[in-house]
């Protein structure tokens, strides 16, 4: 089960003053949205994917925990220590862009520098014959993209910042990041574009191919029942 947040946006008509409030309420409830938290259950020789769409030159940092199902108790408990996680993350062009071993409890980093649609995958390192082979695991999984996957207590504290400093600090990154989606958009216009293009230019090719073939199934029709009239001595 995956989680997606996002915000739809509707245009007021002009000089409507409630669509310019309800604008700026929707794009801070976007800003406020720290990411996407989640937790699902696989086997533990089970792999789970998720499909994640990051702009490029985007940080992204996930926290997860897992939890193993104890029969006897009927829920699920902490799994103990010796159970990991392998975690793999490809980019849009199916390139391993991180690929590592961590424990039952861990955080995994990466920066995207391709924008498009990346697959985070995670699978335990459990195999048919340890221990807990056979058993359902779940999994807590946080997720946050781009600033929201900054520290800012920990910034402040590392460069001294006042309030103001690390809140101007804040919306400048938010801005940054807005920027960066609002070029993912652009790009995936652009793609999308080029997509519909290229295929209305094969449909058109279709059709002319389809029309020459009707064309000439027709000279030869009508030229074999002229053969045939002729053969017959009926012309």
């Known amino acids: 089960m995956a989680v997606e947040l996002g915000v739809r946006v509707v245009r007021p008509r002009p000089g409507t003053e409630l669509g310019g409030v309800m604008r700026a309420l929707l794009l801070w409830l976007w800003l406020a949205t720290p990411g996407s938290a989640l937790y699902f259950h696989i086997g533990e020789t089970e792999k789970k994917c998720f499909i994640e769409e990051i702009p490029d030159e985007t ?24 159970l990991g996680m392998f975690v793999e993350v490809k980019d849009p062009e199916d390139k391993v862009i991180l690929a590592r071993q961590y424990g039952s409890e861990g955080r995994f980093t990466f920066t995207s520098h391709t924008p498009g649609e990346h697959q985070i995958c995670l699978h335990s390192n459990s195999t048919k014959f340890s221990l807990f082979a056979g058993g359902m695991l779940r999994v807590h999984l946080d997720i946050q993209v781009g600033e929201h996957a900054n520290d800012y207590a920990e910034i402040a504290a590392k460069d001294k910042l006042s309030e103001l400093q690390l809140r101007v600090r804040q919306l400048v990154e938010q801005v940054e990041q807005i920027q960066k989606e609002q070029n993912y958009q652009r790009w995936r216009e652009e793609r999308f574009r080029q997509t519909s293009e290229s295929t209305n230019q094969r449909v058109l090719w279709w059709s002319i191919l389809q029309t020459l073939i009707l064309v000439a199934i027709g000279v030869w029709q009508m030229r074999h029942l002229k053969s045939f009239f002729e053969a017959k001595k009926l012309v």
């Open 59 to 82: 940080m992204v940092i996930g926290n997860y925990r897992t939890q193993l199902y104890d029969k006897q108790r009927e829920e699920y408990q902490p799994a103990t220590p010796g």
